[in-house]
């Protein structure tokens, strides 16, 4: 088994270093992480530019590659040129603050998984909710239980799991949930400011509570200390759509030039 660790938190973030660690026993691993902290980056990748790698030693142990990129970045190139093989799995993490949600649209985490998908790579995302201490060895134990039943179970390739693990100040998970992802919407806050030369800027500083009416989904059972994992597609059709948008479209005007 030869596993690819990433994240979007850099290279040198404690949560990649204890996940890389705990996995370890379970086969070869590879370390391409970002160079600098990568969050909220979403599913970007860069083409304009050159992508610069340096090798570095992560958790004073392994060595791994660094990449002036994003999370996805960091799996492409993995793939393509760092990796002595392929990997047979890829695990993106451990995330500093949960991922859960509709936060997976914005997430570097979840993006590295998904671009392993794309590849044909089956993959796993994994974050720690956040708290006033961010016990990341004691996460990666979880995350290592979650990850080995994933490889008993032969998840297949381009398959990603969302892995959320509650926050460990409070104990440890109740168990584990296998839910579906929130759709319920951020309530936005601005702080609207002006800068010495009167010009108006924005900071986005709350994004409101969103559990409050959540159950069985990702956020209800994350707020119940459980972890979560949950399934993930990129397919962003809506089949649901699909034929009444075929069968209607004919009724349409079409566009003339």
């Not at 370390?31 to 902290?37: L, Q, R």
């Not at 002006?194 to 994004?207: I, N, S, V």
Request: net charge negative; hydrophobic share 40%; aromatic share 6%.
């Amino acid at each position: 088994m030869r596993i690819l660790v990433t994240n979007d938190d850099g290279i040198l973030a404690p949560g990649i270093a204890a996940l890389a660690a705990a996995l370890a026993p379970l086969g070869d691993i590879d370390v391409v992480a970002p160079e600098s902290g990568q969050s909220g980056a979403a599913h970007a990748i860069t083409f304009m530019a050159p992508l610069i790698t340096q090798r570095v030693t992560v958790g004073g142990t392994l060595a791994g590659w660094s990449v002036d990129g994003s999370p996805a970045d960091c799996v492409k190139l993995a793939v393509c040129e760092l990796c002595e093989q392929r990997p047979d799995l890829v695990v993106s993490g451990i995330n500093a603050g949960s991922n859960r949600g509709v936060d997976v649209i914005y997430s570097g985490t979840v993006a590295a998984a998904v671009e392993a998908a794309f590849i044909g790579i089956p993959s796993i995302a994994v974050s720690l909710e956040t708290s006033a201490e961010l016990d990341f060895p004691r996460a990666a134990v979880h995350a290592r239980a979650i990850v080995e039943r994933a490889i008993e179970l032969a998840i297949s390739p381009g398959m990603v799991l969302n892995v959320n693990i509650p926050r460990l100040d409070r104990g440890d998970p109740r168990g584990v949930k296998v839910v579906q992802q929130s759709t319920a919407p951020w309530t936005d806050t601005y702080d609207r400011r002006t800068d010495p030369r009167g010009r108006a800027y924005f900071w986005l500083t709350d994004q409101g509570d969103r559990e409050h009416e959540e159950h069985d989904t990702d956020l209800s059972a994350l707020r119940d200390g459980y972890v979560t994992i949950t399934p993930l597609q990129y397919d962003l059709t809506q089949y649901a759509q699909l034929k009444h948008l075929r069968d209607a479209w004919g009724d349409l005007p079409r566009g003339r030039s």
